[in-house]
Structure formats: C-alpha cells, structure tokens
C-alpha cells in the first residue's frame, strides 16, 4: 500500500491526506472492537468501489489547545439512547468525507485527555444534509489548498462513542500513528518528485557553456538533495515495515517498543527534510522556481504541512519522550538496529560510516539517562535528541542498502548516497542552559557573571 501511495501522491494534490486518515480511521475501528461501528463503516472504507467507498476525516484540533488537545471544548450530552456533540472544530480536513472520528467531553467528566471521549461521527443524514453542522468557513491555507479544510460548528451532531466515555486520546493513537507514517512517506514522495524535476532541469539548462547537470557545483547540491531524499525514503519505509510486521503479528517486543518510538522520530525527521529540500529544488530552478505558472511554488507551500499536521516537530519531540518513559527498551531496539548494520558493513568507507551512526545514537542515549532527572534540560533538548535519532537511524539504513547494492546490483550510487549524508548534521546532542535559552525566547535581560 505505501509503496503505491509514494508513487501516487506527488500528482494527486494531496488527496493522500483523507486517504491518511481513512486509513488510519478503519484501523482504529478494527482495533475498537466496536462491532456495530465496524459493520458499518469498514466495508466502505476498504471498498474498492467508488460507489460505496468512504473517506474518514479526523477532527482533533480546537482554538484552545492545538495540539494540546486535552484543552478541548466540544461537549457531548446524552440524548436518548444516543449523543449529541457541540462545540467548535478549528481546522477540519477533508471536510467532504462522509464520516469522522472526533474528540468531545461527555457531560460531567473530568477536565484534560482522560476525560475526552473517542466519538463516530456521520456528517450527512441520509437526505445528503448536514447532521446539525455548520461549516464557518474554508480555511484560507499557505498551501494544501485543494483539500478543503474547514472550521465546523457542532450543534448537536448525533454521533456514537467508539470506545468508552474517557481516554479519548489514548484510544485515537491508532489513528495517528497511521497518518504520522503517511506523513513521513508522502514526504519522502514530495522529495522525490522535487528531485526528479530538478535532475531534469538540470539535464536541459545549459549555463556558462555546459550543462546545469555538467557544473561541479550544481552537481554538488543536486547530491545533496539525493542524499536527504534516499535518508527519508530509507527511514520512511523501515517504520512501514515495522507496521507490517505488527499488523501480522509477526513483531518481538523489543521491535513493538521501537514503533511506538519510531512513529514520532520518522514524521519529525522527514518533515523538515521535506521543507528543506523543497525550498533547495525551487532554488536549482533559478527564477523559474519563483513564478506561479511553472508549479514549483506550490510544491514548497505544500511541502510546508509536512512539519506541521500530525504533530509539529516539538510535538512529535515530546512525544518521544513519553514513548521512552516507562522504560529505553525504544531506545535499546534502535541502537541495536543501528548496531547490527554497522557490524555487518564490509566495505571499509561504510564501515566507517555505520560507525558514525552507531556513535551518534550513543550519545542520544548517553545524553537521554543524564538528563532524565532534570525535566527542564530534557524538553529543552528533545528536538534535538528526536532528530539525532532519526538522522542516524537513516544514516544507518543507507549503510545497510548501499551494502546490499554493492553486492547484489554492483552498483556504486547507493553507497555515494551513504557518504554524503554523513557529512550532513547527524549528531545534534549538545549541552544547552535552558536558563539562556528561555532569556534569549523571551527578550529578557541577562546579566552574566
């Protein structure tokens, strides 16, 4: 499935998003055990048909809290037999789907994440009307303008509790594990896509007297671009694989620990790869990279979501702490896999190489027990610790395919692609004062001694 949807979504406009969270939703509902909902909606999201099959929204994000969504305002009030949400839902996507999943406080809960409850919401009745929703209005966005994203008035949509009436957070993180690693592979797909129209360019472009793709230096940045997008591509698809593996159950314990880690790792890391080598293609472009008419724009606006739905980057960082904080057994299985690659490495530059990674992660985690008494210096170093992680993971499964294409294409580029991106930023681990860092965030005075 997601080597299909990395092929398709660079020519889609971005109709990988409500297929990210379809995805996610018939997970969720499969995981609920919620057999009347399951009947119901999972037959349509899975159909093949067009006729009978479903998009899923997901309505999480309120004005009050973003992505501290235990802030939420909807409330649910019984009705009946059944419930009846209302509130505001701030930023909406896909707002043409025929259902979604959304967070509300029954009436009477607790304040906070516990106390938010998973709800299934259809949004016409069976006339095509609008279930007692308003639509405010379409969100005038940077980029992502053709998925219609919308902020919703809930006034008393009828909707039906899918696992309880409380940990409303807990039981959506299906869901978001699923569109998290849509967004780290449709990230490395918008790279790729990015790369190939700047390698084609290239090949066209004469300048100087010789073509862009001739220039030592033009060439130099377009192996850089390679470097990140076969990293992203590369970490992308090993969380895909750890995914498979849950989902058949065919995944040890330590590999289970290492999912839940690397869901958060792989969306930060590939996020900002994606921001980065965007805004670089529409620079190899020259001018064209800044005119309208040649597309290359919007591939940057579009690229831009990427750190930013799903979770931002400091999101994302945070939530591999809490991933970590009732044990590093994450954190072991990661080196381990980073061990292991280095180990098995024979050619004498990746070896070299794997090393680099295996010593970044090290101090990832030497870094991560030092600091784990001390809240502050954690957070304030978390980005930081996620993107060490991400980048040395990737590194080293760079290392692990350059060794197989040596041996079984004979083939030298995979191997290059290894070496230039270790002499990329791997290891971002360093000693901070928060004290400075929250002086230098807030404009105060600071008097040193």
């Not at 409330?75 to 959304?102: E, H, N, Q």
């Not at 694989?241 to 958060?264: K, Q, V, Y």
């Amino acid at each position: 499935q997601f080597a299909l949807a990395y092929l398709f979504h660079p020519s889609t406009d971005v109709y990988t998003c409500p297929l990210a969270m379809t995805d996610g939703a018939a997970r969720t509902l499969q995981l609920s055990g919620n057999r009347p909902l399951i009947d119901r909606a999972l037959p349509h999201l899975t159909s093949r048909d067009p006729a009978t099959f479903w998009t899923s929204g997901q309505w999480m994000t309120e004005s009050t809290g973003g992505s501290d969504v235990g802030r939420s305002e909807t409330i649910a009030c019984r009705d009946g037999d059944g419930w009846r949400l209302y509130g505001r839902k701030w930023f909406t996507s896909a707002t043409t789907s025929p259902m979604t999943l959304t967070l509300a406080r029954p009436q009477g809960n607790a304040p906070g994440g516990r106390g938010l409850a998973l709800f299934y919401l259809e949004l016409r009745d069976d006339a095509g009307r609008l279930n007692a929703i308003s639509v405010n209005r379409l969100k005038d966005k940077l980029g992502t303008r053709k998925v219609p994203t919308a902020e919703l008035l809930l006034d008393g949509a009828p909707a039906t509790p899918v696992m309880g009436l409380d940990n409303g957070v807990r039981n959506i993180i299906p869901m978001l594990h699923l569109t998290r690693t849509w967004n780290s592979v449709m990230a490395a797909a918008t790279m790729r896509r990015g790369l190939a129209l700047a390698r084609d360019y290239a090949k066209r472009r004469e300048a100087f007297g010789a073509l862009l793709a001739r220039q030592p230096l033009h060439a130099d940045t377009l192996a850089a671009l390679q470097a990140e997008t076969e990293a992203a591509f590369h970490l992308s698809f090993y969380l895909v694989e750890l995914i498979g593996r849950d989902e058949s159950g065919d995944i040890a314990p330590t590999e289970a620990e290492l999912l839940r880690l690397l869901t958060s790792i792989a969306k930060l890391t590939t996020g900002r790869q994606a921001v980065a080598v965007a805004s670089e293609v529409l620079e190899a472009h020259g001018g064209a990279g800044y005119v309208e008419d040649t597309g290359l724009p919007l591939l940057l606006r579009d690229s831009q979501v990427m750190p930013i739905w799903e979770g931002t980057t400091n999101v994302l960082a945070l939530d591999a702490l809490r991933a970590l904080a009732h044990g590093n057994a994450g954190l072991l299985a990661l080196l381990q896999k980073v061990a292991d690659i280095a180990a098995a490495a024979t050619d004498a530059a990746l070896v070299n190489v794997g090393q680099q990674a295996e010593a970044a992660v090290n101090h990832a985690r030497r870094w991560f027990q030092a600091t784990a008494a001390d809240r502050t210096l954690l957070e304030a170093g978390a980005r930081r610790f996620g993107l060490t992680l991400g980048r040395a993971l990737a590194l080293a499964l760079l290392v692990e395919a350059a060794e197989w294409s040596l041996e079984h294409e004979h083939d030298g580029r995979a191997r290059a692609a290894a070496l230039r991106f270790a002499r990329t930023p791997i290891d971002l681990i360093a000693d901070a004062d928060p004290r400075l860092d929250a002086a230098l965030a807030n404009d105060e005075p600071l008097s040193v001694i």
